[in-house]
């Protein structure tokens, strides 16, 4: 049977009186209370083996309390349970020196089995203060969904080790973003986080990409160039859509993450890294590997933590705070300010995001620069989303890479297989044409937040010509953006 004081604290009563029956069913024995100084008093007495506690108390924030904690009673172990459910919840705790981060609401039986771990563990936790310098929270990692709530706790985990993280998720979902947050609030804040994408560099040069190249290594090197693993020393280098990597830069990578070195190309020193590596990829590595496209080696390499981003479609219900944030995010930039209604959010959860995140995100810029309205109803994302579109990268149908013309080409098909033996009604190549100039236009003046002049610039038009093509094509145009 488990021993142990527990120290409960937490302003809500029923809550105190939930755990209270769990801890005490569990073997505990156990003392709550409603508030922090109350808390304190305890902990000062030296009562307690571990304290359970909310962050948000009537008279201190557990956050501002914790520090005093952990100075005072080093080795006792702070589970903190918040309501507030954000990335910045889990990141505060576990800066500050709490055992674990527990989002409300939380099953009792995970709570149990926390508490026996900390209890069962030696106490030989660090004495040194905890961190207490305050994070920028406008870090886009956004979402209160159970998915995102689980990857917030595993990146709190994470912020303080050096090990590889693996991340995995559809194209959108936000991986280079979870990278950078891994980076921007781990110890090696102070270094430089460099990304670079396979998939965008050509074959033969991602060697030299990767670990630079000596003068006169090749035709065209007249110079020595470094690599993107000196420019990461010390820091984090991101390898996104590591599954895109070819095979002989793949053997190059094991080795420096074998020895710990590398060579640049034409050059004969080792070069000693001190680099974290946190690499993404939207295939399925496994996969790669039974094709006899990855190194089954590399991948175990890399995969010491996996972390799987979840499609929107998953999460569905963290989608009235993304688009709030980007709102946010785009009247910060200049953009007028938004909100959407009910049914506008109720419209948006019922679609499938093929884009994900990112497809969200430039929904939102649309809207803010396209629009006059302040509230955005759910005719007008119905509008939005029934424009017709390119597909994009990641998407269930797998066509990441097909080409414009392609996609074109492949809607035709389609278009006039519906007809039979038939053909589609008369004037078909001004229809095409619209229906192409729409979203063309509509991305361009997004993209320039509305501005006209850009835009024309942007699309190689003539002013004049885009205002009729607005006018002909009834767009709306923000028109008091820069």
């Known amino acids: 049977m488990p021993t142990g004081s527990i120290l409960v604290a937490d302003d809500d009563a029923a809550i105190r009186t939930v755990l209270?029956?769990?801890?005490?069913?569990?073997?505990?024995?156990?003392?709550?209370?409603?508030?922090?100084?109350?808390?304190?008093?305890?902990?000062?007495?030296?009562?307690?083996?571990?304290?359970i506690t909310d962050v948000v108390m009537p008279d201190e924030n557990a956050f501002d309390l914790i520090p005093r904690i952990r100075k005072t009673r080093p080795d006792l172990p702070i589970i903190v349970m918040s309501a507030q459910n954000t990335f910045m919840t889990a990141i505060?705790?576990?800066?500050?020196?709490?055992?674990?981060?527990?989002?409300?609401?939380?099953?009792?039986?995970?709570?149990?089995?926390?508490?026996?771990?900390?209890?069962?563990?030696?106490?030989?936790?660090?004495?040194?203060?905890?961190?207490?310098?305050?994070?920028?929270?406008?870090?886009?990692?956004?979402?209160?969904?159970?998915?995102?709530?689980?990857?917030?706790?595993?990146?709190?985990?994470l912020m303080q080790t050096d090990l590889t993280v693996m991340i995995s998720g559809e194209s959108g979902t936000g991986k280079e973003l979870v990278a950078r947050a891994l980076h921007d609030f781990g110890k090696r804040r102070a270094g430089t986080f460099v990304a670079i994408n396979m998939a965008a560099i050509p074959r033969d040069l991602i060697e030299s990409e990767l670990f630079g190249h000596e003068k006169g290594a090749f035709t065209?090197?007249?110079?020595?160039?470094?690599?993107?693993?000196?420019?990461?020393?010390?820091?984090?280098?991101?390898?996104?859509?590591?599954?895109?990597?070819?095979?002989?830069?793949?053997?190059?990578?094991?080795?420096?993450?074998?020895?710990?070195?590398?060579?640049?190309?034409?050059?004969?020193?080792?070069?000693?890294?001190?680099?974290?590596?946190?690499?993404?990829?939207?295939?399925?590595?496994?996969?790669?590997?039974?094709?006899?496209?990855?190194?089954?080696?590399?991948?175990?390499?890399?995969?010491?933590?996996?972390?799987?981003?979840?499609?929107?479609?998953?999460?569905?219900?963290?989608?009235?705070?993304?688009?709030?944030?980007?709102?946010?995010?785009?009247?910060?930039?200049?953009?007028?300010p938004k909100q959407i209604d009910q049914a506008a959010l109720e419209r948006l959860k019922r679609h499938r995001w093929p884009g994900n995140v990112r497809e969200l995100e430039n929904l939102a810029r649309r809207l803010a620069a396209l629009y006059p309205q302040e509230t955005i109803t759910a005719a007008v994302i119905e509008t939005e989303l029934a424009q017709p579109a390119v597909p994009l990268g990641g998407s269930e149908e797998g066509r990441a890479d097909e080409s414009l013309s392609a996609a074109v080409e492949r809607?035709?098909?389609?278009?006039?297989?519906?007809?039979?033996?038939?053909?589609?009604?008369?004037?078909?190549?001004?229809?095409?044409?619209?229906?192409?100039?729409?979203?063309?236009?509509?991305?361009?003046?997004?993209?320039?937040?509305?501005?006209?002049i850009r835009a024309a610039d942007l699309l190689g038009v003539n002013r004049n010509t885009l205002r009729k093509k607005i006018r002909d094509l009834d767009i709306q145009v923000y028109r008091g953006g820069s």
């Open 220 to 336: 065209g090197a007249n110079t020595r160039s470094a690599g993107r693993f000196e420019q990461a020393e010390g820091g984090t280098l991101f390898l996104d859509e590591i599954g895109d990597m070819p095979m002989e830069a793949q053997t190059r990578l094991l080795r420096v993450l074998q020895q710990g070195e590398y060579t640049t190309v034409g050059g004969r020193t080792p070069i000693k890294s001190d680099v974290r590596i946190v690499a993404a990829t939207n295939k399925d590595l496994r996969l790669l590997i039974q094709q006899g496209l990855f190194r089954e080696d590399l991948f175990f390499r890399l995969n010491v933590v996996p972390l799987r981003l979840p499609p929107l479609r998953e999460r569905t219900e963290d989608i009235a705070d993304l688009i709030r944030h980007f709102f946010a995010q785009a009247e910060r930039e200049g953009l007028p």
């Open 20 to 51: 209270n029956q769990a801890l005490s069913r569990a073997g505990y024995e156990v003392r709550s209370t409603g508030n922090a100084a109350t808390l304190w008093r305890w902990v000062t007495q030296g009562d307690g083996d571990l304290i």
């Open 92 to 157: 505060r705790a576990s800066e500050r020196g709490a055992y674990e981060y527990l989002p409300k609401p939380f099953d009792l039986k995970e709570l149990i089995g926390i508490v026996g771990r900390a209890l069962s563990e030696p106490k030989e936790r660090s004495t040194a203060a905890p961190k207490t310098e305050e994070f920028d929270p406008s870090i886009p990692l956004v979402g209160r969904s159970p998915a995102m709530q689980e990857i917030y706790r595993v990146l709190a985990r």
């Open 411 to 452: 809607h035709l098909a389609a278009y006039f297989g519906g007809f039979d033996e038939g053909l589609p009604p008369a004037g078909l190549y001004h229809r095409i044409l619209r229906e192409i100039e729409h979203p063309l236009l509509t991305a361009a003046l997004a993209a320039t937040r509305g501005n006209q």
